[in-house]
Each structure stands twice: as structure tokens, then as C-alpha cells.
């Protein structure tokens, strides 16, 4: 079973992956179009259907003055998922010594259900699970998610209620472009999976650390770009966003990780001839 929890340091900040479910998955819908052949020798596995180490991540920081999560997980629907962890978020950060009502900062990669479920809780889902926290996202994700046009759609309806409540305590502030929320904590756009996905870089002590949202699945999205994951909107934005964000990796000598790696993946991106090499640490 993958772990729920583990911590390490980036500079001078404490980083927390915290598990809100880790269930084992197959992944063949995150290599669309893919030669089967080609993705599970990459995943060092031989059968498409073979069950591997999922994760629905989050992140805690802690160590520059605030207290932030990086996207809130599955929220109450975790718990019914039936998975390790699922649901767990609460539990995985009070063994972290913290309150919901000691996170002052929230941002979101993007609004996917199982980024931003425990904004809220409670029976109709009015509560604010981080009363004290403001949210932070890009606005083009916003507008996304609340253009009249996707209606009633599921994920629409999870977006929604995820951040409404808090907009009507005017709890969400939005951005354009990259943008630092914090001295330590820049959201770089990195669309394509949504209009308005963003990765997170953190930065301390002349460390960094790359928190990939959904631009990548698994750590082999670094080195092939252009295996698209089913569910992102416009593959090729999301191609060149993987481009974009290996790059980067790459030229700070980042350590990355996503909060759908099983718990604890960390590795870098290393320039290759012809493209990247994630090297797992
Ligand atoms: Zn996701």
C-alpha cells in the first residue's frame, strides 16, 4: 500500500505530501493513443490492466510565514471511494500538528474535483473547511468553469461548489499570467489539461521545488510530452505546457513531484539528447 503521508525540505520550508486516497489504478487513460507496448515498459510494467500506485496528493508548506495547501483532494467523496486514505485529508494534517483553521493560504493548480473537494464540507456543503484561508487561482480557470455553456456538467458542478461558498466570503482572489502568491510560492501557468491549470514553484535558500499539478500523471510525462493524458482539454497546449514546465525543471535544477505520484516521488529533469530524462531521487 503507497504511503499517506510523507515530509521533506526545500530550503528553509517544510513540504508535506499529505494522501487525500491512494488507491492502486491502471493508468492506460493517461497515455492516450499510446502503443500500449510503449507506456508499460516505461512504467517498467508488462500488462496495461496491472494495478500501480496512484495518489489524489496535496501539499502542505510550512516554514516562510504561512501555513498553505497546495489543492484541498477529494473532499467527503473520498471517503466514499472505498480507497487508502481516502477522504483523509483532515486526519493527514492534524498528525501534521495543524488545524483547518490555521491554513491562511490555498492555491489551486486547477478546479478537477479531486484538487479542491474540501474547500468545503459539512451536510450541504455551505461550510468552509479553512475558514481562515484565501484562494488563490488563475482567473482564466475561473471563467472556465463558470461560463454558462458547461451548464450542468459534473465536473462544472464540482468546481462550483467548491468555490462558491468562499467567493461569497470573498475568500478567492484571482490572477492572470505567472505570479507569486508569496515570497516563496509562484503559480506558473501551465495550461492545457484545463484553460487555466497552473504548476507551483516553490523557491527557498536557492532550492526549488516543482509541484506539477496535472501537467503531468506520472514522472515518465516529463520525458514524453506527448502522451496525453484522456481527460486533458486541449492536448496540444498540454503537450507544450509539459515542454514548458521540463524546461524549467530542468534549467533550476528542481526537485519535482505531483500530487498524483504515489507517495514519496521526487526526482529532477535532466537535458538529454533529443529531449529530458526524469532521474528519480
Ligand atoms: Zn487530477
Known amino acids: 500500500m503507497s504511503r499517506l503521508s510523507e515530509t521533506f525540505e526545500i530550503g528553509g520550508l517544510t513540504v508535506a505530501a499529505l494522501s487525500d486516497g491512494a488507491p492502486d489504478r491502471a493508468l492506460g487513460g493517461f ?5 500500449a507496448a510503449d507506456w508499460t515498459q516505461a512504467l517498467g510494467i508488462t500488462d496495461a490492466e496491472q494495478p500501480v500506485p496512484f495518489n489524489f496528493g496535496t501539499f502542505l508548506i510550512r516554514g516562510d510565514g504561512h501555513t498553505t495547501l497546495v ?3 477529494l473532499g467527503a467523496a473520498g471517503a466514499a471511494m472505498d480507497v487508502p486514505g481516502g477522504g483523509e485529508l483532515l486526519a493527514r494534517l492534524e498528525e501534521q500538528g495543524v488545524a ?3 491554513v491562511d493560504t490555498i492555491v489551486h493548480t486547477h478546479l478537477h474535483g479531486d484538487h479542491c473537494g474540501w474547500n468545503v464540507s459539512g451536510e450541504d456543503g455551505g461550510h468552509l473547511t479553512f475558514p481562515n484561508a484565501t484562494i488563490h487561482l488563475s482567473q482564466a480557470e475561473l471563467d472556465h468553469w463558470f461560463q454558462p455553456g ?3 456538467t459534473d465536473r462544472a458542478l464540482a468546481a462550483r461548489r467548491a468555490i462558491v461558498p468562499p467567493q461569497a466570503e470573498g475568500h478567492v482572489e484571482t490572477f492572470d499570467g505567472e505570479h507569486a502568491v508569496t515570497d516563496a510560492l509562484t503559480m506558473v501557468p501551465t495550461p492545457g489539461h484545463t484553460p487555466g491549470h497552473c504548476s507551483v514553484l516553490l523557491t527557498s535558500q536557492g532550492q526549488h521545488l516543482v509541484i506539477l ?8 510525462h516529463l520525458e514524453h510530452h506527448d502522451w496525453i493524458p484522456g481527460v486533458d482539454l486541449d492536448p496540444a497546449e498540454s503537450t507544450r505546457s509539459r515542454g514548458k514546465i521540463a524546461a524549467l525543471a530542468a534549467d533550476r535544477d528542481a526537485i519535482v513531484t505531483g500530487g498524483h505520484f504515489p507517495i514519496l516521488t521526487l526526482g529532477k529533469v535532466r537535458r538529454v539528447e533529443g529531449g529530458y530524462r526524469w532521474e528519480g531521487l
Not at 497515455?31 to 502503443?35: L, R, S, T
Not at 499539478?213 to 515518465?220: F, L, N, T
Open 31 to 35: 497515455f492516450h493513443g499510446v502503443d
Open 71 to 73: 489543492d484541498t483532494g
Open 150 to 152: 458547461l451548464g450542468g
Open 213 to 220: 499539478g496535472d501537467a503531468g500523471h506520472h514522472p515518465v
Open 100 to 102: 483547518p483553521g490555521e
